[in-house]
């Protein structure tokens, strides 16, 4: 049931104290989800040149260059696409110019109102494809590269969520908890008498991001775990994106139920929880055979 706060405290407000627009560059606005892409990029990449020094694995800054660049153009426009073919295929499809141009069309023209819409999904799918294909192109060991890639990778997607935050979105469902905050997109009540929502974002923040990098971190240092980052990474973004999806509010043309009852969100971190499952069964298996035929 929906219940007003009376006395909101300042921890309940702290969205509001934020503006989503981290500068103009003329009438252009920049807004820092768009700037925490660029942190995420950064924090990748010196995570994985620490580690790549550290263990003298033998990387130089030009491989690493070309490969996040390939990793880059990926994610970026997989993100993209996977919103368009995950969540709004109907819209694109009699729409398709919004897929690609930072305009929407009404009975009063055409709009700029940025591009929005990108899918965390479709950016990990088409970034590891491209991904892979720098590191044959660079000459870099492909299992190798895509281990420290997975592992930097929680840290780096901490700062998207931040991100959405700061902008106000993707918050969660209504809650009467202390832990709640008002969200001035959400257009639920006033500043004075506010509706509150899970702060979904910080939970995805926290456990998608901060804690899944220090879980996979110390995973790393067991031997049998140390090369199966990728599947790893896998089951652990997805168990926690699973179970803070009841928290986090749907997409308004989606609703919750999707598969079995699930949240679209859900029901792809089903998917890939079973295919880390499989991927390192998989391995383990293959690994198994080896030493057989070894011994």
Known sequence: MTQNITNPSWWNLIPSYFDGIAITIGSFPVHWYGVMYIFAFVTAYLVMSKINKKENLGYTKDQFDSLFTW??????????????????????????TEIILPLTHDALGYHFTGISGMSYHGGMILGTIFAIIGMKRNKMDVWKTLNLSFLAAPLAYSWGRFGNFINGELFGEVTTSPIGMWFPLAHDSPITNPILHHPSQLYEMCFEGIILFILLWNLRKIPFLRDKMPCLYLMGYGLFRFFIE????????????????????????????????????????RNKKKKEKES
Request: one cysteine or more; aromatic letters at 16%; hydrophobic letters at 55%.
């Open 71 to 96: 990793a880059i153009a990926g994610i970026l426009i997989g993100a993209r696409l996977g919103y368009v073919f995950f969540y709004k295929p109907g819209y694109y499809l009699a729409n398709p």
């Open 246 to 285: 009841f928290f986090r509010r749907p997409d308004a043309h989606l609703g919750r139920v999707d598969l079995f009852g699930m949240s679209r969100g859900q029901t792809l971190c089903s998917l890939m929880i079973l295919a880390g499952v499989i991927w390192l069964a998989v391995i383990v298996y």
